[in-house]
Nanobody, 124 residues
Framework: QLQLVESGGGLVQPGGSLRLSCEASGFTFNDASIGWFRQAPGKEREGISYISPSGGSRYYVDAVRGRFTISRDNAKNTVYLQMNDLKPEDTGVYYC?????????????????WGQGTQVTVSS
């Protein structure tokens, strides 16, 4: 059974850091590209970062570039999102998703499977 499970969210003050994890099972992880999305209250889900199967290709949207780092450990079937210098506008539910190669990496319709999400709240 294909499964993606996010963890690591929480409440953090502005300027703080969190590391999210996405643990995968039920498919050949080493062949999979993974995306991270987030959804703020009242807003659409947006793609923020993406990593290729080997980790050699990594992409970020402008809003997080330089603050967030995506990585993966294929031995642990896990993708990470290290988030530094967090801002209140980073608040939202964060999801990881399995790329189905149906379009651009920033589009949610390009992905076939999703985790349940983990809440990140940045507030003083």
């Amino acid at each position: 059974q294909l499964q993606l499970v996010e963890s690591g969210g929480g409440l953090v003050q502005p300027g703080g850091s969190l590391r999210l994890s996405c643990e995968a099972s039920g498919f050949t992880f080493n062949d999979a590209s993974i995306g991270w999305f987030r959804q703020a209250p009242g807003k659409e889900r947006e793609g923020i970062s993406y990593i290729s199967p080997s980790g050699g290709s990594r992409y970020y949207v402008d809003a997080v570039r330089g603050r967030f780092t995506i990585s993966r450990d294929n031995a642990k079937n896990t993708v990470y999102l290290q988030m530094n210098d967090l801002k209140p506008e980073d608040t939202g539910v964060y999801y990881c998703a399995l790329d189905a190669h149906r379009g651009a990496w920033t589009f949610s319709c390009s992905y076939s499977s999703w985790g349940q999400g983990t809440q990140v709240t940045v507030s003083s």
